[in-house]
């Protein structure tokens, strides 16, 4: 039988050329969730709530505060590599917590490579997603968790929310005007949070855009001003789920959204224009 190869030649040249989708679609109601700090409630009270639910997130460790000597507070390295083998992700916090301000700046990468190099020893897979320590961040720290691997580095609501003031909000993410390593969190949950403060950041994941939520200790006993009530929690995860959310970790936007790709030319620019709508916002409730 004689093959026509003229038939098959299109075919492989859309194949070549990279020009078929490489991402799939955004759905709506697409929900990424995150637990800062290492803390030992991740695991006794977060870890069966969400493997209950089936549920993806990304546990961002750090070895900072108190994490050495305090076990009743912080996770030991065989809970988060359980963690791992349970299929959640384990992201990169730094070593010691540490900010990432443009004074720490020749720190960053011995910080980083820290971490990894504990993922190594435990056999997890070597992070690549980043959240800021205090979601501080500087510029200059893009390229230097590029050069490291790092795909997605999520942030807080600040600068466009005050940390302080706001009560945790934030923006969802829009590919292609949120730059890979400047992820906003949609919501920072804060302790006094209700069912209505959690539903204001998740009904942002529509129209193409991605909310991803911060956590921290549920509870967290050191760092009560972050600490979200077990009861709270159950709360959303159980909204999550009756609502009909995909809820995944930050490694998992790479199914949607490629970060060689969605770039923008200037990193200010959404940030700028968020911060001149909430003013506009705030003048015309005055």
């Not at 993410?173 to 403060?197: F, I, K, Q, V």
Request: glycine share 6%.
């Amino acid at each position: 039988m004689k093959v026509c190869h003229c038939l098959f030649a299109p075919l492989f040249m859309v194949f070549a050329a990279g020009s078929l989708p490489a991402v799939e679609p955004i759905p709506d109601k697409l929900v990424v969730l995150t637990f800062d700090d290492s803390v030992k409630s991740h695991y006794t009270v977060v870890r069966p709530i969400l493997l209950k639910h089936g549920f993806g997130a990304t546990f961002y460790i750090t070895e900072g505060f108190d994490f050495a000597e305090n076990k009743k507070s912080y996770l030991t390295w065989e809970e988060i590599k359980r963690l791992n083998d349970d299929g959640f992700e384990i992201g990169n916090h730094t070593r010691d917590h540490m900010g990432c301000s443009k004074e720490n700046l020749d720190k960053i990468a011995e910080q980083v490579e820290a971490i990894n190099e504990r993922c190594e020893e435990y056999d997890i897979p070597k992070p690549v997603t980043f959240g800021y320590p205090g979601n501080a961040f500087d510029e200059g720290a893009l390229p230097i968790l590029e050069e490291l691997g790092i795909q997605f580095a999520r942030r807080g609501g600040s600068p466009e929310y005050s940390y302080s003031k706001d009560r945790g909000k934030g923006f969802a993410y829009e590919p292609d005007r949120d730059h890979p390593l400047l992820l906003p969190s949609a919501g920072d949950a804060r302790p006094d949070w209700t069912l209505a403060d959690f539903k204001r950041a998740i009904e942002q994941a529509r129209d193409g855009n991605i909310a991803i939520l911060q956590f921290h200790g549920v509870p967290d006993i050191e760092h009560p001003w972050v600490h979200t009530p077990v009861e709270r929690f159950e709360e959303y995860m159980q909204y999550l789920k009756e609502n009909g959310y995909t809820v995944i970790a930050v490694r998992d936007i790479a199914k949607y959204v490629d970060a060689e790709k969605s770039r923008p030319e200037n990193i200010w620019t959404v940030i700028s224009q968020r911060k001149a709508e909430l003013a506009e916002e705030q003048n015309a409730g005055e």
